[in-house]
C-alpha cells in the first residue's frame, strides 16, 4: 500500500477521444518555490495553433499540452478533387435500379473509353450492353453468344477478341462491331438492328427484320439511349 506522501510525485496522463490526444503532465514539489524555481519543459512546437498543438498552464507546474486541435475551417466545396473520367449515374439508363447496375458501375468507365475510341454516340454502347447482357460477362444466349457483348465466334474473331468471356475485350469489341455496323448503314437504328440479327438480315429486310426479337430488342436499347441523353 503506497502512503499519502507516497503517492505525490510525478504522473503522466494520457488520453484519447474524438481524434484528440490530450497529454497531461504534472510536477509535484514540496512547496510553491521550488516549482516556481524548475518550471515544466515543453517542446519548441507546443505554443503553435496551426500546427495543432495548443498548452494550457496551471498552478504548480501543471501544463495540458492537447494535439490535433485545429481551429475550425470552412470547408469549399469548390476545392473538392474531381474525377478523372466523368461518367454517366446509374439512373441514366433504364432499369438501372435493377439487379446488375452494380456491374455496371464497374465497367462503365471502360464502356465510355471505347465510345470515345470509335466516336461512338455517347451512351449508344452502354444502351446496347445493357439491353445485350445487363453487364453481366458471364451471360450466354440459347444462340451461342456470351459476354458482355454478346458476341458470337464469328463476329468476335472478326473484331480481334479471342476470350469473349473478358469483360474488357468485350467492351471493346461490341464498340469496334458496333462502329462498323454505322459505318456500313449509317443509320442509327439499322445499325442496332445489324448488331442483333447481322448486316445480312438488314440488307435483306433493306430495314430492320420482322423477326420476333429483332424490333422489340432495338425498341429497347433505342429507349435506354435516350434515356441515357436527357
Same mark, same amino acid.
Given at each position: *500500500?503506497?502512503?499519502?506522501?507516497?503517492? /505525490?510525485?510525478?504522473?503522466?496522463?494520457?488520453?484519447?477521444?474524438?481524434?484528440?490526444?490530450?497529454?497531461?503532465?504534472?510536477?509535484?514539489?514540496? &512547496?510553491?518555490?521550488?516549482?516556481?524555481?524548475?518550471?515544466?519543459?515543453?517542446?519548441?512546437?507546443?505554443?503553435?495553433?496551426?500546427?495543432? !498543438?495548443?498548452?494550457?498552464?496551471?498552478?504548480?507546474?501543471?501544463?495540458?499540452?492537447?494535439?490535433?486541435?485545429?481551429?475550425?475551417?470552412?470547408?469549399?466545396?469548390?476545392? &473538392?478533387?474531381?474525377?478523372?473520367?466523368?461518367?454517366?449515374?446509374?439512373?441514366? !439508363?433504364?432499369?438501372?435500379? /435493377?439487379?446488375? &447496375?452494380?456491374?455496371?458501375?464497374?465497367?462503365?468507365? %471502360? +464502356?465510355?473509353?471505347?465510345?470515345?475510341?470509335?466516336?461512338?454516340?455517347?451512351?449508344?454502347?452502354?444502351?446496347?450492353?445493357?439491353?445485350?447482357?445487363?453487364?453481366?460477362?458471364?451471360?450466354? &444466349?440459347?444462340?451461342?453468344?456470351?459476354?458482355?457483348?454478346?458476341?458470337?465466334?464469328?463476329?468476335?474473331?472478326? +473484331?480481334? +477478341?479471342?476470350?469473349?468471356?473478358?469483360?474488357?475485350?468485350? !467492351?471493346?469489341?461490341?464498340?469496334?462491331?458496333?462502329?462498323? *455496323?454505322?459505318?456500313?448503314?449509317?443509320?442509327? %437504328?439499322?445499325? !442496332?438492328?445489324?448488331?442483333?440479327?447481322?448486316?445480312?438480315? +438488314?440488307?435483306?429486310?433493306?430495314?430492320?427484320?420482322?423477326?420476333?426479337?429483332?424490333?422489340?430488342?432495338?425498341?429497347?436499347?433505342?429507349?435506354?439511349?435516350?434515356?441515357?441523353?436527357?
Amino acid at each position: *500500500m503506497f502512503s499519502h506522501e507516497s503517492a /505525490r510525485g510525478t504522473f503522466e496522463m494520457t488520453r484519447l477521444s474524438a481524434c484528440v490526444l490530450p497529454l497531461a503532465l504534472g510536477l509535484a514539489s514540496t &512547496s510553491t518555490a521550488s516549482a516556481a524555481e524548475a518550471p515544466l519543459a515543453m517542446p519548441a512546437h507546443a505554443s503553435n495553433p496551426a500546427a495543432g !498543438v495548443t498548452t494550457q498552464t496551471g498552478q504548480g507546474g501543471f501544463a495540458l499540452v492537447t494535439f490535433g486541435a485545429w481551429p475550425n475551417q470552412e470547408l469549399n466545396p469548390r476545392r &473538392s478533387p474531381s474525377l478523372p473520367v466523368t461518367v454517366r449515374p446509374l439512373r441514366a !439508363v433504364a432499369g438501372g435500379d /435493377r439487379p446488375g &447496375s452494380f456491374r455496371r458501375a464497374i465497367y462503365l468507365p %471502360h +464502356v465510355a473509353a471505347a465510345e470515345r475510341q470509335y466516336a461512338l454516340p455517347p451512351g449508344l454502347l452502354d444502351a446496347l450492353i445493357w439491353t445485350e447482357s445487363r453487364y453481366n460477362p458471364w451471360a450466354r &444466349s440459347k444462340a451461342g453468344a456470351v459476354g458482355l457483348g454478346q458476341l458470337m465466334p464469328g463476329t468476335a474473331q472478326a +473484331v480481334g +477478341v479471342a476470350n469473349r468471356y473478358d469483360p474488357k475485350a468485350s !467492351v471493346w469489341g461490341a464498340a469496334r462491331y458496333l462502329s462498323q *455496323m454505322i459505318q456500313q448503314f449509317g443509320a442509327i %437504328h439499322l445499325a !442496332v438492328a445489324a448488331y442483333n440479327a447481322g448486316p445480312g438480315a +438488314v440488307q435483306a429486310a433493306r430495314g430492320i427484320p420482322s423477326n420476333a426479337e429483332t424490333p422489340k430488342y432495338v425498341q429497347k436499347t433505342l429507349q435506354a439511349w435516350r434515356q441515357s441523353t436527357r
